[in-house]
T-cell receptor, first 114, second 114 residues
Framework: DVKVTQSSRYLVKRTGEKVFLECVQD?????MFWYRQDPGLGLRLIYF???????EKGDIPEGYSVSREKKERFSLILESASTNQTSMYLC?????????????FGPGTRLTVT | GNSVTQMEGPVTLSEEAFLTINCTYT??????LFWYVQYPGEGLQLLLKATKADDKGSNKGFEATYRKETTSFHLEKGSVQVSDSAVYFCALYSSNNAGNMLTFGGGTRLMVKP
């Protein structure tokens, strides 16, 4: 079974702090994704990566950056956390294999910025 | 561009009732279609999928049929249980999606009462 893990289930940070959210997958997937989920807004893609050191902006990249130094790990960075970044953050991964497009999700990190 | 539209929730049913959650899509070509489920406090899990017209995906008593003529992929279950209470997301992959991204619907919350 594919396993996607996220470093924390719950996180509380102060405004202005630098925040790192870590995601690790164990299935050698090429693609990795970061979403945020907010009530009434569904899932919104922040960034994705299709290879080591590669990154692409999603729908809402402002205020975020990412890092992918190793294939299995994809980090989301909030350079200076703000209260409007309080949200549930979901990481996902998928294979680049032909005809295989489903994404596998981690359990999520609920971030509160005070 | 691609889009997925789901019925708005919440959907409230009594145990053993019949469930339908509607999903329609707009996409170029022949997309692959997915249903994901999110239990409270958790990430998304792939529930079922269909990759071509008239395919039926099924899992855990849920099923959905890929209807190209009506561009729909409605989720059904004959007899729901309290443990089915969750948020359900319809999603698609189309060949014009960059980086194997999925397009998600807004989610439908299901509440099943004993």
């Amino acid at each position: 079974d594919v396993k996607v893990t996220q470093s924390s289930r719950y996180l509380v940070k102060r405004t202005g702090e630098k925040v790192f959210l870590e995601c690790v997958q164990d299935m050698d997937h090429e693609n990795m994704f970061w979403y945020r989920q907010d009530p009434g807004l569904g899932l919104r893609l922040i960034y994705f990566s299709y290879d080591v050191k590669m990154k692409e902006k999603g729908d809402i990249p402002e205020g975020y950056s990412v890092s992918r130094e190793k294939k299995e790990r994809f980090s989301l960075i909030l350079e200076s956390a703000s209260t409007n970044q309080t949200s549930m953050y979901l990481c996902a991964s998928s294979s680049m294999g032909a005809g295989v497009y489903e994404q596998y999700f981690g359990p999520g990190t609920r971030l509160t910025v005070t | 561009g691609n889009s997925v539209t789901q019925m708005e929730g919440p959907v409230t049913l009594s145990e053993e009732a019949f469930l339908t959650i509607n999903c329609t899509y707009t996409a170029t070509g022949y997309p692959s279609l997915f249903w994901y489920v999110q239990y409270p406090g958790e990430g998304l899990q792939l529930l079922l999928k269909a990759t071509k017209a008239d395919d039926k995906g099924s899992n855990k008593g849920f099923e959905a049929t890929y209807r190209k003529e009506t561009t729909s992929f409605h989720l059904e279950k004959g007899s729901v249980q309290v443990s089915d209470s969750a948020v359900y997301f319809c999603a698609l992959y189309s060949s014009n999606n960059a980086g194997n991204m999925l397009t998600f619907g807004g989610g439908t919350r299901l509440m099943v009462k004993p």
